[in-house]
T-cell receptor, first 112, second 114 residues
Framework: RKEVEQDPGPFNVPEGATVAFNCTYS??????FFWYRQDCRKEPKLLMS???SGNEDGRFTAQLNRASQYISLLIRDSKLSDSATYLC?????????????FGTGTQLKVEL | NAGVTQTPKFRILKIGQSMTLQCTQD?????MYWYRQDPGMGLKLIYY???????DKGEVPNGYNVSRSTTEDFPLRLELAAPSQTSVYFC?????????????FGPGTRLLVL
C-alpha cells in the first residue's frame, strides 16, 4: 500500500464549480500535512498547510481526519487558473530533517 | 532573494556519462533535499542534508552522490548515467524542523539518458 494515496483524476470541471480532492495516508506517525500545487512542467509550490481543526484560505478549504487518516481539499468557485496537479503531502519529523512523502497528485482541469 | 536555483534546466546524457546537477539557495536554509519525479509518480527523495558537511540517503540513493561543503550549495552527482535515471530532478530547502515548516523547491532539471 502506498504511504500517500490520491485519485489521479483528471477532474474536469466547469468554471465556477466546487471540486473536492481526497487523500489517505497509511503512516499514523505522520505529523504534518500539506497541499502543494504543481503546474505543468513546473516545481511544486505550497498551497496550504492542513491543520487538525480544518483551515480555509480564500476559496480553498483543507480538512484533516486523523482517526481515518484522511485529508481533503475543497476548491470553491473554480477558476481557469486553478488548473494544475494538486499533491497531497505528509511529513514525519525525524532526526534527519523533515521528510516529506508525496502523493502522485490529482489533476484538475477547469474549463469554460 | 532568488530562492532555490538549479542548473542546467535540461540535459541529454549518453549511457555511462557522468554529470553534476547544481543547486543553490540564498535563504540561509539548513536543510536541503534532492528529489526525482518520474511521469505519473510522486516525488522520491534521493539524498538530503541537515547542514554543511552532513548528508544522508533518502529513499532512492543508488546511482547518485552528493556533497554539502557550504550552506548554500548541494550538488547531485550522477557517475554512470543509466536510462532509469531519466527523470525530472528537483532540489528543495527548508530552514528548520518546526512542525509546519515546509520545503521550497527549485525549478527542476530535466534529464534524458539515451
Amino acid at each position: 500500500r502506498k504511504e500517500v494515496e490520491q485519485d489521479p483524476g483528471p477532474f474536469n470541471v466547469p468554471e465556477g464549480a466546487t471540486v473536492a480532492f481526497n487523500c489517505t495516508y497509511s503512516n499514523s506517525a505522520s505529523q504534518s500535512f500539506f497541499w502543494y500545487r504543481q503546474d505543468c512542467r513546473k516545481e511544486p509550490k505550497l498551497l496550504m498547510s492542513v491543520y487538525s481543526s480544518g483551515n480555509e484560505d480564500g476559496r480553498f478549504t483543507a480538512q484533516l481526519n486523523r482517526a481515518s487518516q484522511y485529508i481533503s481539499l475543497l476548491i470553491r468557485d473554480s477558476k481557469l487558473s486553478d488548473s494544475a496537479t494538486y499533491l497531497c503531502v505528509v511529513k514525519k519529523l525525524t532526526g534527519g530533517g523533515n521528510k516529506l512523502t508525496f502523493g502522485t497528485g490529482t489533476q484538475l482541469k477547469v474549463e469554460l | 532573494n532568488a530562492g532555490v536555483t538549479q542548473t542546467p534546466k535540461f540535459r541529454i546524457l549518453k549511457i555511462g556519462q557522468s554529470m553534476t546537477l547544481q543547486c543553490t539557495q540564498d535563504m540561509n536554509h539548513n536543510y536541503m533535499y534532492w528529489y526525482r519525479q518520474d511521469p505519473g509518480m510522486g516525488l522520491k527523495l534521493i539524498y538530503y542534508s541537515v547542514g554543511a558537511g552532513i548528508t544522508d540517503k533518502g529513499e532512492v540513493p543508488n546511482g547518485y552522490n552528493v556533497s554539502r561543503s557550504t550552506t548554500e550549495d548541494f550538488p547531485l552527482r550522477l557517475e554512470l548515467a543509466a536510462p532509469s535515471q531519466t527523470s525530472v530532478y528537483f532540489c528543495a530547502s527548508s530552514y528548520r524542523q518546526r512542525e509546519q515548516e515546509t520545503q521550497y523547491f527549485g525549478p527542476g532539471t530535466r534529464l534524458l539518458v539515451l
